[in-house]
């Protein structure tokens, strides 16, 4: 048996649920084991139940209760679980016997990292990262922290680097990649990453990010294209006004040779497929912009 419960270990958690859990009141690491594995499952509530009356003695201990707290308190928006690995982080970090150990440093940057203090998270996951270069997990973590503080172009390349389909579906990640391609003049990239979408209420979310970062990175096509859409999901005159000022930004940028002209054509489309396109501003600028591609020789 205790062979077995070794294999599972090493395998990667294969076989767990028929050998760990007979073991669980045997040996001390079956429980712990067992937690992991359910973590890796996405189980959260299952490994709360197996973890929450242990008191922690060891800082593996310390460190798995404060990752289980963590996890409950995303998934529930729990302040008092996310409060209490805080705390568990914090003791395992701040311990003379831990406090530089990878997993010690590992501990600081979570505690820090539910504290949104994300500068200070760097100081620790930029001592540790040379240990880390090709996992995900970390490169997720680090990769948050990096847009957090505005480094959107190392932000975009930890994202890249991340392997896993499980990570890559995950809204996190796709919301934070698509800011970092707007905010690195990448509009295109980021317009793509929400096509491959569904519709749901993430890729809408999405669909705000795209409009409203595209619209203050005066990338005003895609800002355009994003609140064209967002108006007709829901019609919201906010969206109508976005879409109307992202019209006239990138009317400018073809006047400034900054756009090509032939844009001109779909301008004059999203104004039209307006809910307001009655509206006398909208009439407005549709003639001035026909006026003027009608002196340029410009077909629209």
């Known amino acids: 048996m205790t062979l077995s419960f070794s294999k599972v270990v090493f395998r990667g958690g294969e076989g767990a649920l028929q050998v760990l859990p ?34 922690p003695s060891t800082p593996q201990e310390y460190i798995l209760k404060g990752v289980v707290n963590a996890a409950l308190g995303q998934d529930q928006n729990s302040r008092d679980h996310l409060k209490i690995a805080q705390q568990y982080f914090q003791l395992v970090g701040g311990s003379a016997s ?45 990769g948050q922290v990096k847009a957090a503080v505005g480094n959107y172009k190392e932000a975009e390349e930890l994202f890249l680097l991340i392997q896993s389909e499980k990570y890559k579906n995950d809204y996190v990640y796709l919301s934070w990649l698509a800011k970092c391609y707007v905010m690195n003049r990448k509009p295109r990239l980021a317009w793509e990453l929400y096509l491959k979408m569904e519709t749901s209420s993430e890729s809408y979310s999405i669909l705000q990010i795209i409009a409203n970062d595209c619209y203050k990175m005066g990338q005003f096509y895609y800002a355009a294209k994003a609140f ?18 992202a019209c006239v930004g ?29 509206n006398p501003q909208v009439e407005y600028i549709t003639r001035v912009i026909r006026k003027w591609a009608k002196e340029n020789r410009v077909g629209v």
């Open 22 to 55: 007979p073991l669980v009141d045997v040996l001390p690491e079956a429980r712990l084991n067992l937690v992991i594995y359910h973590l890796r499952n996405d189980d959260v509530m299952e490994a709360y139940a197996l973890i929450k009356d242990v008191e």
């Open 98 to 142: 831990e406090c530089d150990t990878i997993p010690g440093r590992q501990c600081m940057a979570s505690c820090f990292f539910l504290l949104k203090q994300f500068q200070d998270v760097l100081i620790y996951l930029q001592s540790i990262k040379n240990y880390f270069y090709s996992d995900d997990s970390f490169n997720f973590n680090y």
């Open 228 to 245: 064209d859409i967002l108006e007709r999901l829901d019609g919201t005159p906010e969206f109508f006004e976005g879409k109307k000022g």
């Open 250 to 278: 990138l009317f400018q940028l073809i006047l400034a040779g900054h756009e090509p002209r032939e844009m001109l054509r779909e301008v004059l489309g999203l104004l039209r497929n307006s809910s307001s396109q009655s």
